[in-house]
């Protein structure tokens, strides 16, 4: 066995940064790293190149008849910027009041951790251990996993013998109650790119003779939502799946506080669609984001310029049944229209990813052809949970997007089984990311109790 708080303090110092291309080291030590760990307790490891960060493979076989469990998770970190707030470095871990910080301690290498642990703990205990793992670590999935699909497709054969994936790189309300995620949002993004003149013109000799690529871009923004917080592209909610009345039930047993949300966001109030919660908006409903916005003189001071470029970042969240490639068009059409005819532009597209969702057992709507050993699973997870926790879990769709939890639902027919473990304070993708260890702690409980009891069956 292993300390694994020593062991987070270790795999942090790795500043495996997938999106930038001086973090190359730091990849490869976070990749090694994990190679080394996996490989001491007995897994048969192959690291699986890629065009841009390897997979790593790593196998413990058995007999047929046993349980196959994938274990699924990441090892890149999203860039650790603004460093000026951050209280310690990113890439140099602090435990401090009951957490660990360090840029990816929640996301994704302190969750991922829980499972090493637990597997190690029960190998330790139990060498015979009847259940085949198989984990499945990538390294781009901060810039949305490009090369796991073709992965997945190459070693499909091999992988579609397994029973389910577990993975937790999801989240919690709070540390007393477990949410199993059974809904993950899916993705469209693009870039939006508008040109006026060949160059930066003096806004004194030339002002008022042409539009402003800063104006036509506030414009076409403006023009994507309607007062009211829908998102205004025709067709946008025509696929969206309707909300089951036991998803409805769950989110009422989480509660929540509006004001007190409205507080920790620190905002004078919500802006969502009429008759929406906000808990109901960042679970069940699609957005239309802004995510960055530029042009023109942004240093001190001012420059009286009219710039000749501007753009905009766009994300869409999606959810069951939008097709990203259905609501790309939808939009793109709307930028089509809506652009004014004076300045040109050009879109940029980046990755999708598509909603997925599970139906867990024992629901009216769960699949009459669900395999047993994936609502077994559901099971294991609901009692260890309840046994570690003191609280059973509950089942709830969230707002963010593993994108490759889809892909492997379409190549290899398998579902997953997404245990969350980090909180709404331990800061993903922002300055001060954390991980609690007591957290951490009954993770690693939670998973060996649902490993111990799937082998057990």
Request: glycine share 10%; charged share 25%.
């Amino acid at each position: 066995m292993f300390d694994p708080v020593e062991t987070l303090k270790e795999f942090i110092r790795h500043p495996s940064i997938s999106a930038d291309p001086q973090s190359k080291e730091g990849m490869r030590g976070a990749r090694d790293f994990l190679v080394g760990l996996l490989s001491s307790m007995g897994f048969e490891v192959e690291v699986v190149p890629t065009a841009l960060h390897p997979i790593i493979l790593a196998r413990r076989g058995g007999l047929p008849e046993w349980p196959h469990v994938v274990i699924y998770g990441h090892y890149d970190v999203q860039p650790p910027d603004p460093l000026g707030l951050w209280q310690t470095p990113p890439f140099e871990p602090v435990e401090r009041a009951g957490r660990m910080y360090g840029r990816g301690a929640a996301d994704n290498k302190g969750p991922l951790l829980v499972h090493i642990t637990a597997v190690a703990n029960l190998l330790q205990r139990t060498p015979d251990l009847p259940l085949r793992i198989t984990f499945m670590i990538e390294g781009e999935e901060e810039v949305g996993s490009p090369s796991f699909p073709a992965f997945l497709e190459k070693y499909s054969g091999e992988l579609r013998e397994a029973d389910f994936v577990l993975l937790s790189d999801t989240g919690i309300p709070n540390e007393d109650q477990v949410v199993i995620t059974c809904g993950l949002r899916g993705l469209m993004l693009c870039d939006v790119e508008v040109t006026g003149a060949k160059s930066d013109l003096h806004s004194g000799l030339h002002g008022g003779v042409l539009r402003n690529p800063i104006q036509a871009i506030s414009e076409l923004c403006a023009s994507l939502h309607t007062p009211d917080g829908r998102v205004n592209v025709p067709g946008f909610y025509d696929d969206v799946l309707e909300v089951e009345d036991w998803e409805k039930a769950e989110l009422a047993k989480l509660g929540g506080d509006a004001e007190r949300y409205r507080t920790w966001l620190g905002i004078p109030g919500f802006h969502v669609p009429p008759g929406v919660s906000p808990f109901e908006a960042t679970r069940f409903w699609p957005t239309l984001e802004f995510n960055g916005i530029g042009g023109g003189y942004q240093g001190e001071g001012s420059k009286t310029v009219i710039p000749s470029r501007a753009f905009v970042k766009i994300s869409c969240r999606l959810v069951p049944n939008q097709n990203p490639e259905r609501i790309r068009e939808l939009v793109y059409r709307a930028i089509h229209e809506r652009m004014p005819k004076d300045v040109s532009y050009r879109i940029v597209d980046q990755h999708q990813g598509t909603p997925y969702v599970v139906v867990p057992p024992d629901r009216a709507n769960t699949p009459a052809d669900q395999p047993p050993i994936l609502a077994e699973a559901f099971r294991c997870v609901d009692r260890a949970v309840s046994e570690v926790f003191g609280r059973a879990p509950l089942y709830l769709r969230e707002g963010g997007s593993v994108p490759i939890i889809a892909d492997i639902k379409r190549v290899l027919g398998l579902d997953s089984v997404m245990l969350g473990l980090f909180l709404p304070e331990d800061n993903l993708h922002a300055p001060n990311e954390s991980f609690k260890l007591s957290v951490m702690a009954k993770g690693i409980a939670v998973s060996e109790r649902t490993l111990l009891a799937l082998a057990r069956r």
